[in-house]
């Protein structure tokens, strides 16, 4: 153990597994150390909206340390993890060094691009919240650069938009897309005709939102072909370039817009980490979450490779919660002398929303579609959006834009090149902070 009193524990990652986990350890007799390339949590369910203009990044984030400001023996700590020896039990940081007794990874995860030629360079993502201020920014450039195009098919390349893959992501954008281009958007630019704007659905399966039963898939692409958005079943991306998605079976799609939502896999760090991996580049985990040859460390949300009946554990936020909650539980049990429990997930079932008054559900046995699964999503999601002033400005939004049909934040944001050009970078490797988090070890 470290000389300090209390052992510490480091959290990497201020996700909703690094949160739970942190929330549910703090009263402990440890100290806590989460660790985040940024300062605030993203909602990551709601970045759809962001990009469709329906919210404000900011009403998607909420400070890390307006989270931890309650939480006893408890620090926060803005920083790149750039290496871990688990030998020594270091985190190597681009600020310094931490050294822990415990870890939890927990570091969430990324567009998974299977290797397309060209996806990572052409195509729009939706990770994190510069990737959804980005795809609005583009979004409204293309009509602005429409309105004044004179070439016609030049116009109609600007004005055709490209969702690939249509799980709930998929799902979620095409919807919000269309209401926003039919709404706000026709009004603001009359000179243009938007029977030439087209929203594509692309999706490699034969059916949509393949993890939920086949009534909710039926229900979901009837649904979407009645708001406009045109559904391509069974087709594989084979290439994307500047200014085409092309198809295995030789179709072009001519699209300034290419917008990747094919599924997810973990953090690419992770390999570089020397971690054990499986499918998706997941961390291959004990039923207790522990890393095999390492049970000091703990693996838990989307990074973290567990089964249940054969299949791997879904993707989700509630996932990861639950396993925040039950690695902090396991080094409790360890921290007395206990031996770890085994993990087990409590599905609480899956929610898409495809537009107005439209969305599907799957609690248990129970399916639904239409109104009463629009209401569950927006419950659900308002009571798990943290911080009262950001549900409190969510909601508004959504009335204004429910009632008026007006979608608030259509404004091109500055990029954020234009941002740290303005302001000048300072040097994170100061003596205050190797004094604040650098203790040595024996």
Not at 119 to 138: G, K, P, S
Request: with cysteine; proline share 5%; charged share 20%.
């Amino acid at each position: 153990m470290s000389t300090q009193k209390r052992p510490r524990i480091v959290i990497i990652g201020g996700g909703f597994g690094g949160l739970s986990a942190v929330q549910s350890v703090a009263s402990s007799a440890v100290e806590v150390l989460l660790i985040d390339r940024n300062n605030y949590h993203t909602f990551s369910p709601m970045l759809y909206q962001v990009a469709t203009a329906e919210l404000g990044a900011e009403q998607i984030a909420y400070p890390i340390r307006n989270i931890l400001r309650k939480l006893p023996n408890t620090q926060f700590l803005q920083a790149e993890v750039k290496r871990i020896d688990f030998a020594q039990r270091a985190v190597e940081t681009d600020r310094t060094v931490i050294f822990y007794d415990f870890l939890i990874l927990a570091t969430g995860s990324v567009t998974q691009i299977l290797s397309v030629p060209g996806a990572a360079e052409y195509a729009f993502r939706l990770d994190n919240l510069r990737q959804a201020i980005a795809l609005r920014n583009h979004i409204l450039r293309c009509f602005e650069q429409a309105a004044y195009e004179s070439n016609p098919e030049r116009r109609r390349q600007r004005l055709t938009f490209t969702i690939i893959g249509g799980g709930p992501t998929g799902i979620e954008l095409a919807g919000a897309l269309v209401e926003l281009l039919g709404n706000s958007l026709k009004r603001d630019y009359p000179v243009l005709d938007f029977r030439q704007v087209k929203v594509l659905l692309v999706q490699s399966g034969s059916r949509l939102l393949r993890d939920m039963p086949e009534r909710s898939q039926r229900y979901t692409q009837r649904q979407l072909q009645k708001m406009g958005v045109k559904v391509i079943l069974d087709a594989k991306v084979n290439r994307i370039t500047s200014g085409a998605v092309h198809l295995q079976d030789g179709r072009i799609i001519l699209t300034e817009s290419p917008i990747w939502t094919a599924g997810v896999q973990a953090n690419s760090l992770l390999r570089q980490w020397g971690l054990p991996m499986g499918d998706k580049g997941k961390v291959t985990v004990l039923p207790t979450l522990q890393v095999p040859d390492h049970l000091e460390v703990y693996g838990v949300g989307d990074l973290a490779l567990l089964k249940e009946s054969g299949q791997p554990l879904p993707m989700v936020a509630p996932a990861a919660i639950q396993q925040g909650r039950a690695a902090a539980k396991n080094i409790r049990r360890q921290l007395i002398g206990r031996q770890p429990v085994p993990f087990k997930y409590w599905n609480k079932g899956a929610i898409a929303m495809i537009g107005r008054n439209a969305a599907a559900a799957q609690i248990g046995k129970f399916v639904f579609t239409g109104f009463p699964a629009w209401l569950l999503w927006l419950g659900v999601h308002l009571v798990y959006l943290p911080g009262f002033r950001n549900r409190l400005q969510v909601l508004i939004d959504w009335l204004w834009d429910y009632v008026l049909r007006d979608r608030p934040a259509r404004f091109v944001s500055p990029t954020s090149r234009a941002i740290a050009e303005t302001y000048p970078t300072p040097d994170h490797k100061s003596d205050e902070v190797r004094q604040i988090y650098n203790r040595q070890r024996v």
